[in-house]
C-alpha cells in the first residue's frame, strides 16, 4: 500500500488587474492523510507562492 499519492488539483485563478481568469493545475504528491488545505498549503509553500 502505498503511503502518497500522485494528485492534480486544478485552482481557478482570478488577476483583478487584467480582469483576466484561468485554471492553474499543480502536479504534486500527497500523504493519505493530508487534509485539503494541507495540500493548499503545500502549493503555496513549495510551488507558487502567489
Known amino acids: 500500500m502505498s503511503l502518497t499519492y500522485d494528485i492534480t488539483l486544478k485552482v481557478h ?3 483583478p488587474d487584467e480582469n483576466k481568469r484561468w485554471v492553474q493545475e499543480y502536479q504534486l504528491q500527497a500523504g493519505r492523510i493530508m ?3 494541507d ?3 503545500r502549493i503555496n509553500d513549495e510551488l507558487d507562492p502567489t
Open 39 to 41: 495540500v493548499l498549503r
Open 35 to 37: 487534509r485539503f488545505v
Open 13 to 15: 485563478r482570478y488577476d
